[in-house]
């Protein structure tokens, strides 16, 4: 009895220091195979008198399920580090950051419009978005361009099909249907920035017929023109990084504000290469001025109560003059290799309040 407990000891053990599934294999054969040490004893108990046998015969039974279910359950942990060893060695680091050759690229107008969103964001301006399929009503007549209007025949207008009532829906000629949008459904104080898709009917090298554009909007009981002239002169200097940036308010007309002002910046061109900053020349780079009373009136907002600005400017323009991009078509050529040129790595902060403006 006490052999069989010594023995069953030992074979636990060496089961125990087993570290692969063939020395595990070789120890079942070696004691339960069919002619294994276990199997042998068990075979030998026909020589024993029946009262022994029935004892040993008992204890050996014991010994056997002892072993085998040891064998078991060592065969299941060895398996079980096995695929633990596995998944360990193919681990992925999900937090590590991509190889340089397969990052993919922010397209230049996407960092520019998150430029853009960015410096305005800090100015306390939030984003507003409207449909790029409009109403006339919002894209013209209440900006103040009625049917007659020669400012319609300047847009080049995409028209839909007419409707049963003969109305003609258009794809926005600009971001400023959501100045109506906005100003029809919130009371002032309002103050959004809208970037967007613009269309017109118009191709050649700098223009497309799909663009961008980025409208401000401003309403409250005070907001003047000083208050114009700081936010756009703040902006140009934080989108360019040019401290002293020239900035250049120059009389211009829009239908849907009076006064009305085109912003240029500084510049310089050096054997055909463009600068901007100072230099001799200047550069229109958007519109503005102050919201058109009739406007105002237009979507509901008292006139005599309430004052604003507004402005907006092409995003492809400011884009290639920030970027260095010479050629408008370019941007919708969805070409790898000019994406990899003048497209962001994904993971670049846009440019809050550029130095310029701190
Ligand atoms: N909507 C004008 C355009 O597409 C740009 C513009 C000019 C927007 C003056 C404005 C503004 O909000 O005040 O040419």
């Not at 052999?3 to 070696?30: C, H, M, Q, W, Y």
């Not at 199997?39 to 039974?61: P, Q, Y």
């Not at 361009?145 to 000629?173: C, N, W």
């Amino acid at each position: 009895m006490e052999d069989i407990e010594a023995l069953k000891n030992s074979i636990i053990l060496a089961i125990s220091e087993t570290t692969s599934p063939d020395g595990l294999e070789e120890l079942r054969v070696f004691e339960l195979g069919k002619s294994g040490r276990i199997t042998n004893m068990m075979k030998s108990l026909g020589n024993m008198r029946e009262i022994e046998r029935k004892i040993a015969g008992k204890e050996l039974n014991i010994l056997k399920q002892s072993v085998s279910g040891a064998i078991e359950k060592k065969k299941q942990s060895l398996l079980e580090s096995k695929i633990n060893e596995k998944l360990e060695l193919e681990r992925i680091d999900v937090t590590l950051p991509p190889r340089a050759q397969t990052i993919g690229k922010i397209h230049p107008i996407s960092q520019t419009i998150d430029e853009v969103v960015s410096i305005f964001g800090e100015m306390g301006f939030s984003v507003a978005e409207g449909p790029d399929i409009e109403e006339d009503w919002y894209n013209f007549t209440a900006l103040n361009i009625p049917p007659d209007h020669p400012a319609r025949q300047e847009h080049d207008t995409f028209y839909l099909e007419a409707k049963s009532k003969g109305e003609r829906m258009v794809l926005r000629t600009h971001t400023s249907p959501v100045q109506v949008r906005t100003m029809e459904s919130s009371s002032p104080p309002i103050r959004i920035i809208v970037p967007g898709r613009t269309y017109r009917c118009d191709h050649d090298s700098t223009h497309s017929p799909m663009f961008h554009q980025v409208e401000g909007l401003v309403v409250d009981e005070s907001t003047n023109m000083s208050h114009l002239k700081g936010c756009l002169i703040e902006f140009c200097r934080a989108f360019f990084s040019i401290e002293d940036l020239p900035v250049r308010f120059r009389p211009s007309y829009f239908p849907f504000t009076e006064p009305s002002a085109e912003v240029d910046i500084g510049c310089s061109i050096t054997e055909g290469t463009l600068k901007i900053g100072h230099g001799d020349k200047w550069m229109e780079i958007l519109g503005s001025g102050m919201v058109n009373p009739r406007v105002l009136e237009n979507c509901g907002i008292d006139s005599k109560k309430y004052q604003g600005f507004a402005f907006g400017m092409g995003i492809e323009r400011i884009s290639m003059l920030k970027y260095g991009i010479p050629d408008l078509r370019t941007f919708y050529d969805s070409d790898i290799r000019w994406m990899r040129h003048y497209g962001f790595r994904c993971l670049d902060v846009p440019t809050m309040v550029g130095k310029a403006a701190r």
